[in-house]
């Protein structure tokens, strides 16, 4: 079972450069979510997404963009990185009501901001 | 607000022993969800259990066990016999809605088992 998937695992970006994290998920869950982790540190939440066409931010928005086309993916836009950018990023994904909130996480995009 | 504590920032222990993961939580509603979740060396993060607010069982999963007390508000995890393999940051969370968009994290406990 995938699961929940993201890429790129790595990478390394340049001060002022953009790119886009991938997520993707087959669970049929309605919720997404972006969370980063800083070193030595737990996970905060950037954006999260409660179904298609539907965003929102979560505690630490700035600097990021997420958009939500269909039920299985949910990108995370970086725009003009910045070194405080260096993190693990972790999607997320849960059901919709009923079943629970067990929130299932990708396996994590290491980003380094040089 | 909700949060949640873990006081334990990294422990040691030497395999076979029993260690317990301490967990601290505070919130408002009376309506609430708990985790654990164990992230190993390779990074990714592994559900390990879920509890609600009206369940005060404690609950036993190999040598795996939670301690879910609300006088006290705290959400325990033992392990049992450790092993290397349970070598791993341990994060604890809350959330108080169905929903997760209100899902806070502890800040996690890194256990070490040494062989």
């Known amino acids: 079972n995938a699961g929940v998937t993201q890429t790129p695992k790595f990478r390394i970006l340049k001060i002022g450069q953009s790119m886009t994290l991938q997520c993707t998920q087959d669970m049929n869950h309605n919720y997404m979510y972006w969370y980063r982790q800083d070193p030595g540190m737990g996970l905060k939440l950037i954006y999260y997404?409660?179904?298609?066409?539907?965003?929102d931010k979560g505690e630490v928005p700035n600097g990021y963009n997420v958009s939500r086309s269909t039920t299985e993916d949910f990108p995370l836009r970086l725009e003009l990185a910045a070194p405080s950018q260096t993190s693990v990023y972790f999607c997320a994904s849960s059901a919709y009501r009923g079943t629970g909130n067990t929130i299932y996480f990708g396996e994590g995009s290491w980003l380094t901001v040089v | 607000a909700q949060k949640v504590t873990q006081a334990q920032t990294e422990i040691s222990v030497v395999e076979k022993e029993d260690v317990t993961l301490d967990c601290v939580y505070e919130t408002r509603d009376t309506t609430y969800y708990l985790f654990w979740y164990k992230q190993p060396p390779s990074g990714e993060l592994v559900f390990l259990i879920r509890r609600n607010s009206f369940d005060e069982q404690n609950e036993i999963s190999g040598r795996y066990s939670w301690n879910f007390q609300k006088s006290t508000s705290s959400f325990n995890f033992t392990i049992t016999a450790s092993q290397v393999v349970d070598s791993a940051v341990y994060f604890c969370?809350?959330?108080?809605?169905?929903?997760?968009?209100?899902?806070?994290f502890g800040p996690g406990t890194r256990l070490s088992v040494l062989p």
């Open positions: 997404s409660v179904g298609a066409g539907i965003t």
């Open positions: 969370a809350l959330s108080e809605d169905n929903y997760g968009q209100n899902f806070v």
